[in-house]
């Protein structure tokens, strides 16, 4: 059995581009959702800003190493996961990610629409 962890919005089901806004990642072992680990940083202020995309960041005045434990915190319900499937992730979620040991795998849209889907395509071998 895999356990994987993958970044959702409030309906958790769409999946978020940039990991670190994610409101929910949604555990899954296999192709059954086991758990949904909310996240303290994507809760609709990470990232917000100017323009799309959020250009400009909350978070900007903390050093490396602090924002780095900020998302480190934030993640600390994936402990255990296998592998998280992203579309993007910033270098200091990437940073914490690795620190819990959590593979990073890249998807893209076409991998999935839906958590659902893009875990279904990854266990299938599809992505």
């Known amino acids: 059995m895999i356990k994987i962890a993958i970044p959702v919005d409030s309906d958790k089901q769409t999946i978020i581009k940039r990991?670190?806004?994610?409101?929910?990642?949604?555990?899954?072992?296999?192709?059954?959702?086991?758990?949904y680990v909310k996240n303290n940083h994507g809760h609709g202020?990470?990232?917000k800003g100017e323009g799309e995309g959020?250009?400009?960041?909350?978070?900007?005045?903390?050093e490396d190493k602090e924002h780095i434990s900020s998302h480190k915190k934030d993640i600390m319900g994936l402990v255990g996961c296998d592998?998280?499937?992203?579309?993007?992730?910033?270098?200091?979620?990437?940073?914490?990610?690795?620190?819990?040991?959590?593979?990073?795998?890249?998807i893209r849209k076409k991998d999935g629409a839906t958590a659902d889907e893009a875990v279904k395509n990854f266990l299938d071998n599809n992505i």
């Open 45 to 47: 202020e990470h990232g």
């Open 83 to 106: 592998v998280i499937l992203v579309q993007a992730v910033g270098e200091h979620m990437k940073e914490a990610l690795d620190s819990i040991g959590l593979k990073v795998k890249k």
């Open 54 to 62: 959020g250009a400009h960041h909350k978070h900007e005045h903390l």
């Open 19 to 35: 990991t670190g806004q994610a409101i929910y990642f949604a555990i899954y072992e296999d192709t059954k959702v086991v758990d």
